[in-house]
């Protein structure tokens, strides 16, 4: 059974930083790659970062110099650590899998 859980979300004031981590089980991790989206309040699905299995990284342009992406394949983790945060960044964050699966989200909550 395939299994991806966040964790890590919170609430924070602008200005602030959260990590949140993504654990895979019951997949192969290493050679895929993995995403991570966010959807706010009465918006569309976006997507925020993404890490290849080699460990390329590319960032939607709203996040980019604030957020970094990196994985642990020897821990089937992938982390989004997120500085600078804006209330605009207020969303659930989603963990993706380059096979199509998906976890199921941890809040984040950015305070003006």
């Known amino acids: 059974q395939v299994q991806l859980v966040e964790s890590g979300g919170g609430l924070v004031q602008a200005g602030g930083s959260l990590k949140p981590s993504c654990v895979a089980s019951?997949?192969?991790?290493?050679?895929?790659?993995m995403d991570w989206y966010r959807q706010a309040p009465g918006k569309q699905r976006e997507l925020v970062a993404q890490?290849?299995?080699?460990?390329?990284?590319n960032y939607a342009s709203s996040v980019k110099g604030r957020f970094t992406i990196s994985r642990d394949n020897a821990k089937n983790t992938v982390s989004l650590q997120m500085n600078s945060l804006k209330p605009e960044d207020t969303a659930v964050y989603y963990c993706?899998?380059?096979?199509?699966?998906w976890g199921k989200g941890t809040l984040v909550t950015v305070s003006s």
């Open positions: 890490i290849s299995s080699f460990g390329s990284t």
């Open positions: 993706h899998h380059g096979r199509g699966y």
């Open positions: 019951g997949t192969i991790f290493s050679t895929y790659a």
